[in-house]
């Protein structure tokens, strides 16, 4: 932000104050439209301040954007980067026999072991069905959320409740020999190998493994 457009947000700002201020001096106690009052005063009701509130920062927001190197660039936008990576990283991750290096870290950051997978990494915490339903009490609508419908939880793939293993750090991949691998550290991906300036590792991944069981084919 430029020292013009902060002095114009700080002057934009002092006219919302002083607003305030002439609001809560006035022997009329209903406030003028969007004059930002006292809303402990004002405010009838949540809804009454969550409106109050809203409208404090809609106003400087209005203005602030109406200036020419802040506003919103909707004529200039002829690609999204973000989307075309978020596309390509769909679509190559779509590929079951993709090959790929998981490099796996201890949380204090010492490298313990490089091993190819196929595939993905997935988390641990994501599952095939909802984790969440809507409980109705008796007498209750599905078209009301708030005090005739509660969220509860449902068990998870293996009929069990709570979270899986590692929790939010768990993940799960394959390896080229269908060998499944669990680490709840740090992962670096990589789809192409990196040169490791470590002569040793913890552990070694011994090409040709096999898993000791399979998931039955559909």
């Not at 954007?65 to 980067?81: F, G």
């Amino acid at each position: 932000m430029t020292e013009l457009n902060r002095r114009n947000v700080l002057l934009g700002g002092g006219a919302v104050a002083a607003a305030a201020v002439t609001a809560a001096c006035s022997t009329d106690s209903t406030p003028a439209p969007n004059s930002g009052g006292n809303v402990d005063q004002n405010a009838g009701s949540v809804n009454d301040l969550q409106d109050q509130e809203q409208k404090l920062t809609i106003q400087p927001f209005n203005v602030v954007k109406r200036i020419p190197d802040q506003a919103y660039p909707a004529s200039l936008l002829m690609t999204s980067l973000e989307l075309r990576n978020l596309r390509e990283r769909l679509l190559r991750f779509n590929d079951p026999s993709k090959l790929g290096y998981a490099h796996l870290f201890t949380p204090q950051g010492a490298l313990v072991m490089v091993v190819q997978i196929k595939g993905k990494i997935s988390s641990t915490q994501s599952q095939m069905t909802t984790s969440t339903g809507i409980y109705k009490r008796d007498g209750g609508s599905s078209n009301s959320y708030w005090g005739t419908t509660t969220p509860v939880e449902l068990p998870g793939d293996d009929l069990s409740f709570g979270p899986n293993e590692g929790g939010d750090a768990g993940k799960f991949f394959f390896t080229p020999d269908d060998v499944y691998m669990f680490w709840d550290g740090p992962v670096l991906y990589s789809d192409a190998p990196l040169k490791v300036n470590q002569p040793v590792l913890t552990l070694e991944y011994r090409d040709g493994s096999k898993p000791s069981t399979v998931a039955p084919k559909a």
